[in-house]
């Protein structure tokens, strides 16, 4: 037996329907699907296609999630029947924000689909953020000024590649580089160019099928009180800026 063969028995049962008409759902026998509920055959991947958008629920769940512990309807939906694990309100309904501290933070790869493993996260509630989906991520490094090591990004759930702005900042879970806070560009036709605000490192691409979550950064929980120096660089942008306004100005009475 297997998580999987247990998670479409279950699905079958509560949605009240006979191994014969799953089957004939699926297009092959009843005896090759009985295979795959008992654990004595494993499904290809077509079938297992076909299973997720018939219970509109994503492979991945299916193979890792235990779905008797769950409440399919309590989950984010999310185009082509994907989801994210879960939905967890306060009081008030306000959605809860769970944080990945750094202790935590090397088994969110395995357990970003986990429930069990989103529910032992530490939580915050945040609700001048507004709806969506958000999550708390850490900061490592000096690529991303002014946020400094150790500190939490929250971001908002990308559901979709499209929504991504160019020059925007936002965490990316991928499966090579881990979990990264980076500027985003679109100008690759599969992949996308993470850029650091810290010139000393340079930007690479990451290729979008490497992409599991994308979250869009909308706050900054840190410690440091310090303030900020700028350095010559800055300064003389600082001062191009002026000029530049003063220029305005001076054309605007003269029009």
């Given at each position: ?8 028995r ?7 329907i ?5 089957a004939?759902?699926?297009q ?7 295979k ?13 296609k076909?299973?997720a ?32 694990l ?9 959605n ?8 935590v933070k090397?088994g969110?790869?395995?357990g ?5 493993y ?13 709806s969506?989906k ?17 500190s939490?990004?929250?971001?908002r759930y ?12 936002y ?9 990264v ?9 599969n ?22 979550e994308?979250?869009?950064y909308q706050?900054?929980i ?6 900020h ?23 605007n009475k003269?029009?």
């Open positions: 037996m297997s998580l999987f063969s247990d998670n479409i279950a699905l079958r049962v509560k949605h009240k006979s191994q014969e008409k799953l004939q759902t699926l092959i026998t009843r005896g090759r699907y009985v795959y509920e008992d654990g004595t055959s494993e499904a290809p991947y077509d079938i297992l076909k299973i958008h018939y219970f509109h629920i994503s492979i991945d769940i299916l193979l890792s999630v235990d779905v008797r512990k769950i409440e399919i309807q309590d989950l984010l939906k999310l185009e082509n029947n994907r989801l994210i879960p939905i967890q309100v306060d009081g008030a309904g306000e809860f924000i769970e944080v990945v501290t750094q202790k090397a969110y790869l395995n970003y689909s986990d429930p069990e989103i529910e032992s996260l530490q939580q915050i509630s945040l609700p001048f953020l507004g969506g958000h999550r708390g991520f850490p900061v490592e490094g000096d690529s991303m000024p002014p946020h400094e090591d150790g939490i990004i929250i971001g990308v559901e979709k590649l499209g929504d991504v702005q160019d020059g925007k900042t965490i990316l879970i991928t499966k090579n580089e881990g979990m806070y980076k500027r985003l560009n679109k100008n690759k036709k992949a996308l160019v993470l850029e650091s605000d810290n010139s000393f490192y340079p930007n690479y691409e990451v290729r979008l099928s490497d992409i599991i994308i979250w869009e706050c900054n840190g410690r440091n009180d310090k303030k120096e700028l350095n010559e660089i800055e300064s003389m942008k600082e001062l191009l800026l002026e000029v530049k306004r003063e220029v305005l100005e001076i054309k003269n029009v």
